[in-house]
């Protein structure tokens, strides 16, 4: 609403991306939906070119990210996982570490432009690369929604994994078409490596675990996005790193992010500002939008364009850190 100016509208109207998603694609999700953060979506990669006028404002102003500014280029911190060993080894106020990223199946477009057809085949893609995961820490069984037995979706909700159709803002973005063919769910024996196939993005890629080890948890997720990326190619733009659907989410794609007890700095009335001058977002542990249960709170990088994924991992690390040090000051 910001940012669709006149000017803006007649630049884009008569415009098409090249697998023919038009404005209207892109900001069906905020027109429908007046009370949406963000409100736009893009149907295809290239849409982020084609509709630049408004793309480029958004993200601007959402990221801080000008449309002269480029992404760095990939770091998932090979190599570098060591210098993250757990945030609190005794146990005192994290009770799990969870770090996920999103990537994009290279020459599909996203949700609102593909057919029946693309959803399966895409999914035949990424099962193919899971069953060939060679890392025995990696291996798992894949759950496709569609003809699901109830005792597998008890099993899979009692483990917080399933994922429910997408939303009014996503099904305004006409994110949930077809549902639920070709959407599914993998993860590996331990339960501590996940693939959502199909929800809001082509693949969204999670490690987690109990505890602080966050260096231990970065480990697997690269292990495991390095295994999918052999057999299957991301779309990756040069200047906006990989490319996702919603323009929130591009970049490092890289959401790095602890469950996190502070009883007495989360009591003060700036708690929030403390997190934000951090560089972190404060969010309850049902994710967006959720209140905070018995005290814990989901907390982590705000950043996700503009830094590598090891700088967004660092960014949550280093801010929890302090968080933790001003925690045991207080009195």
């Keep these: 609403k910001k940012h669709l100016t006149k000017d803006v509208v007649d630049k884009c109207k008569n415009k098409k991306s090249k697998l023919g998603a038009t404005l209207y694609d892109c900001i069906s999700s ?18 982020y070119r084609t509709f630049a006028p408004l793309f480029d404002k958004i993200i601007e102003d959402y990221h801080g990210f000008k449309p002269t500014d480029k992404q760095p280029a990939v770091d998932l911190g090979e190599g570098k996982t060591k210098e993250f060993p757990p945030l609190d080894p005794e146990g005192k106020y994290i009770k799990s570490t969870r770090i996920r990223c999103g990537r994009s199946l290279k020459g599909y477009p996203f949700n609102p432009l593909l057919k029946q057809d693309d959803y399966l085949a895409m999914e035949g893609k990424v099962r193919d690369a899971f069953t060939g995961f060679t890392d025995k820490e990696l291996k798992g069984t894949y759950y496709p929604l569609d003809g699901m037995t109830k005792d597998t979706q008890k099993k899979l909700i009692a483990d917080h994994f399933l994922f429910k159709e997408g939303d009014r803002h996503l099904q305004a973005a006409n994110a949930c078409n077809f549902w639920p063919k ?62 996702t659907f919603c323009p929130t989410n591009l970049g490092s794609t890289v959401r790095a992010s602890v469950h996190i007890k502070l009883p007495k700095l989360s009591a003060r009335k700036d708690f929030k500002s403390i997190c934000e001058k951090l560089h972190l977002q404060v969010r309850g542990i049902h994710g967006e939008h959720s209140e905070s249960e018995g005290g814990v709170y989901d907390i982590s990088n705000t950043a996700r364009l503009g830094l590598s994924e090891y700088q967004a991992v660092k960014q949550m690390y280093d801010g929890v850190k302090k968080l933790i040090e001003l925690e045991k000051e207080e009195k």
């Design 182 to 243: 070709g959407r599914g769910i993998f993860h590996n024996n331990d339960k501590t490596f996940l693939i959502w196939v199909n929800e809001e993005d082509h693949m969204r890629i999670i490690s987690m675990q109990e505890g602080s080890d966050v260096g231990a948890v970065l480990d697997r997720l690269i292990r495991g996005v390095k295994g999918i990326e052999n057999r299957v190619p991301f779309s990756r733009d040069e200047r906006l790193g990989w490319l």
């Design 30 to 47: 905020g027109v429908e939906n007046l009370d949406a953060g963000v409100g736009v979506y893009a149907p295809d990669a290239d849409s």
